[in-house]
Structures are given as structure tokens and as C-alpha cells.
């Protein structure tokens, strides 16, 4: 199951819940008791997938020798 959080729109409070994606379910806030919540998106959930230091010509290239040839194995890969 998947961890989401949600901003209480009363207090402010950021609280962390278990859910099940597939099924809707009503929170509460643990300091005021609101069920105001507001969903917030996660920072794992934006972002690539690649280091950050390779350049996007050599990302995915099988071998070194092709990421040489592509930026003169500059980017670190």
C-alpha cells in the first residue's frame, strides 16, 4: 500500500496515511480532529529516473564506448 499525505486545511498540520489506492477513504487529522484534508503530491512522485549527471544523449546507451561517442564520455556515464 502506498503512503500518501495530506495538508489539513484547518490547522495546517501535514499528516502521512496508508491507503489503498483502488478504494476512496475519509481521514481525519490527528491534531484537530478535521476531516478537511487536502491531498498534496509527493516529492518522490516528480522527477526523472536517470542520473544527474548524464547528459540526455548518452542516458540509455547499452555501453561506454557509445556514451564516448556521443558526447566524448562527458557526462559521467
Known amino acids: ?24 477513504q475519509k481521514h481525519q487529522c490527528s491534531k484537530c480532529g478535521s476531516s478537511n484534508l487536502q491531498k498534496m503530491l509527493s516529492g518522490f512522485a516528480v ?8 547528459c540526455d544523449s548518452c542516458f540509455n546507451r547499452p555501453s561506454q564506448a557509445e556514451c564516448e561517442g556521443m558526447c566524448g564520455g562527458q557526462c559521467g556515464l
Open 1 to 24: 500500500m502506498p503512503i500518501f499525505e495530506y495538508k489539513c486545511n484547518n490547522c495546517g498540520k501535514v499528516i502521512e496515511f496508508l491507503e489503498n489506492s483502488g478504494k476512496p
Open 47 to 54: 522527477g526523472q529516473n536517470k542520473p544527474s549527471n548524464a
